[in-house]
């Protein structure tokens, strides 16, 4: 069964270090997401990407936030400036049309010392 | 605003019974509701959906209700196994093309042996 495949499942790094969590979307999909989850908290919407270009952002997603899609199979998260509050599960996320059925990968949790 | 939330933060049930868990949106313009699962450490998993031209949909052990006219959703899960027990979340998708999901808080299911 495919699936959504997340890199590395655990990262722990310094304040102020950039990071980049790596997924590999399902494959004849086509909208991308990323998703974060606070401990104990709700999962929270970061960003959507199609077709090469976010289509929509949430306020956390601000100007340290990047995504990328560098080739054709992987789809990456960029924090550039990690800070403590960034701390939590990050989850990729992907479906073939907006209106059916995202499937979650297994998440990265990025712990900031 | 654009809010979902379930009702009760952790339900105990019986294994064998039946378990229902609930949960309100308030966006009237949401079309489509996913229920998700969440074990421990792991991502979300897909469990059903439905969109807001119907009002009932079922699977393989689980059925989701709508009711658009207050706005609330239901999961119910037959004959509850202790593999159930997972904190469950339901998303709404607003009317866009972007395909965001807001999830509500959830809710832990416990199943008793």
């Known amino acids: 069964e495919p699936e959504v495949t997340q890199t590395p499942s655990h990262q722990v790094t310094q304040m102020g270090q950039e990071v980049i969590l790596r997924c590999v979307p399902i494959?004849?999909?086509?909208?991308f997401y990323w998703y974060r989850q606070i401990l104990g908290q709700k999962v929270e919407f970061l960003v959507s990407f199609y077709n090469n270009e976010i289509s929509e952002k949430s306020e956390i997603f601000d100007d340290q936030f990047s995504v990328e899609r560098p080739d054709g199979s992987n789809f990456t998260l960029k924090i550039r400036s990690t800070k403590l509050e960034d701390s939590a599960m990050y989850f990729c996320a992907s479906s073939y049309d907006p209106n059916t059925e995202a499937f979650f990968g297994q998440g990265t949790r990025l712990t900031v010392v | 605003g654009e809010s979902v939330g379930l009702h009760l933060p952790t339900l105990s049930v019986q294994e064998g019974d039946n378990s229902i868990i609930n949960c309100a949106y308030s966006n009237s313009a949401s079309d489509y509701f996913i229920w998700y699962k969440q074990e421990s450490g792991k991502g979300p998993q897909f469990i059903i959906d439905i969109r807001s031209n119907m009002d009932k949909r079922q699977g393989q052990r689980v059925t989701v209700l709508l009711n658009k006219t207050v706005k609330h959703l239901s999961l119910q899960i037959a004959a509850t196994q202790p593999g159930d027990s997972a904190v469950y979340f339901c998303?709404?998708?607003?009317?866009?093309?972007?395909?965001?999901?807001?999830f509500g808080q959830g809710t832990t299911l416990q199943v008793k042996p």
């Open positions: 998303a709404e998708r607003a009317t866009s093309n972007t395909g965001k999901l807001i």
């Open positions: 494959s004849n999909h086509l909208y």
